[in-house]
């Protein structure tokens, strides 16, 4: 029987999740106040919609949330999310999430769940603030996840002119032991390269790897593993001061502009270890006189898409080693990857990742999502009785599109090999295209 799924809000995290989520024989209704939002998205997809309020009795009632196995209140008004899943959860449904984006709400999961009964709550701006100090730990890389507790890690790397190893075909390439190219984006297309292709300057490499091998890697592919000691964050928002404040308990020197001379003075109040300084982040006088030629990360994160791009440009071109931007929009993720931005991060992005994970399987830890959704890594444990249990890879027929790129047994992570046979209790990590993946869930359950 197909799971039941209530998505409230047709938003971009909302529409994303539908989209995905509807892929996989799931029954997914999707509720909205915009009856425009709604019509679109039932012309794409296989789903119902409900127009209404989702965070009224009355609707969530006409939706049947009493047989819903999960429910995702995914819309931009925080409080309004936790009153629907609240709402939900007295109906009868078995799964609640909220979205959340509000600091004050940032609590631990335990609050939400033992006093509000909500099962998960996801913050973009905490999420974002994480995948920033990931960033400021890992230099020369542009990306970097963990999976199995921290003993794999995800590593996205852009490669330039010091990578010595470009228009070499992979296989004559001695990697360090333990790694795994999974996927190139070039020139915005993702391929799974095989041992005929070769590297390019520009690519952006998708490399899984144990994390105590990173620093061999790094070395191969041209980049130091030299630690960041001065960042300068543009923007005094939510996220600007919770990435200040990760940062600010390390050995780097934290600058941070802001506009507002009242949002200065709070700011200088809660973060005493952190320069802030009062004026407009795209004043090339005023980043020449806080040393922007001596950051070695630049990170825009103001409420505004195109200014986020636009400054982190300019912080490239006056001298800032790496630029970061927000992006809340996925769909400007490739623009911002075009104009050369170092890295770009969506918070709706990161936020859908957390839910799927949650939404799809009791079995499925953690998704990352790559490139703007066509492909995915994920985490699974490997339960008794799997369909893959005791069986080689060779034996398991993996579509082309899929990589089991790690096995993690006993705390010990490897690159798999076809004879590699596949254990209850198992962690493992899977490369595969977006297609592939509602496949997975039987063969892993």
Not at 26 to 32: G, P, Q, S
Not at 116 to 139: K, Q, S
Not at 436 to 444: I, M, Q
Request: proline share 2%; aromatic share 4%; hydrophobic share 40%.
């Amino acid at each position: 029987m197909a799971l039941s799924t209530i998505i409230i809000g047709a938003g971009e995290v909302g529409s994303y999740l539908a989209r995905y989520l509807s892929q996989e024989h799931r029954l997914v209704k999707v509720i909205d106040i915009d009856s425009e939002k709604l019509k679109n998205l039932q012309e794409q997809l296989d789903i119902a919609v409900i127009q209404g309020n989702g965070a009224s009795l009355e609707t969530l009632r006409e939706a049947e949330c009493k047989s819903a196995d999960i429910v995702l209140a995914t819309t931009d008004k925080g409080e309004a999310n936790l009153v629907a899943c609240v709402i939900a959860k007295k109906l009868g449904a078995k799964k609640v999430i909220a979205r959340i984006r509000h600091k004050d709400q940032a609590i631990s999961q335990s609050y939400y769940r033992n006093l509000l009964g909500i099962d998960l709550v996801v913050d973009p701006d905490t999420l974002v603030a994480a995948e920033v100090e990931n960033l400021v730990r890992e230099t020369g890389t542009v990306g970097v996840e963990y999976f199995a507790d921290g003993s794999v890690s995800l590593r996205k790397v852009v490669l330039d002119n010091n990578c010595s190893i470009t228009e070499k075909p992979l296989r004559d390439i001695e990697f360090p032991k333990d790694s795994l190219i999974v996927a190139i984006i070039r020139n915005n297309k993702l391929f799974i390269p095989k041992g005929d292709d070769h590297l390019s300057c520009e690519d952006t490499v998708h490399i899984i790897t144990r994390s105590d091998g990173k620093k061999e890697l790094q070395q191969l592919l041209g980049k130091d593993n030299q630690h960041s000691k001065s960042v300068m964050i543009l923007g005094g928002g939510n996220i600007g001061t919770t990435i200040a404040k990760r940062l600010s308990g390390r050995r780097i020197t934290v600058k941070l502009i802001e506009a507002s001379k009242q949002r200065c003075w709070e700011i200088s109040q809660d973060l005493p270890n952190v320069q802030v300084i009062q004026g407009d982040g795209t004043d090339i006088d005023l980043l020449h006189s806080e040393y922007i030629e001596d950051v070695d990360i630049f990170i825009s994160v103001t409420h505004n898409d195109e200014m986020n791009i636009m400054s982190a440009l300019m912080a490239r071109e006056l001298g800032a080693r790496q630029v970061v931007a927000i992006v809340d929009r996925p769909s400007y993720l490739p623009l911002a990857q075009k104009l050369k931005v170092d890295v770009a991060i969506s918070p709706r992005l990161l936020a859908s990742s957390k839910i799927l994970a949650f939404a799809r399987s009791q079995h499925i830890h953690s998704i990352s999502i790559i490139g703007t959704g066509e492909a995915e890594v994920l985490e699974y444990h490997i339960p008794a009785g799997s369909h893959s249990f005791g069986k080689t890879l060779a034996e398991m027929r993996l579509p082309g599109g899929v990589i089991i790129a790690a096995v993690v047994r006993d705390k010990e992570a490897l690159i798999p090999r076809g004879s590699t046979i596949l254990n209850a209790g198992d962690t493992v990590i899977v490369f595969a295209l977006t297609e592939h993946v509602a496949s997975l869930t039987n063969l892993f359950a």
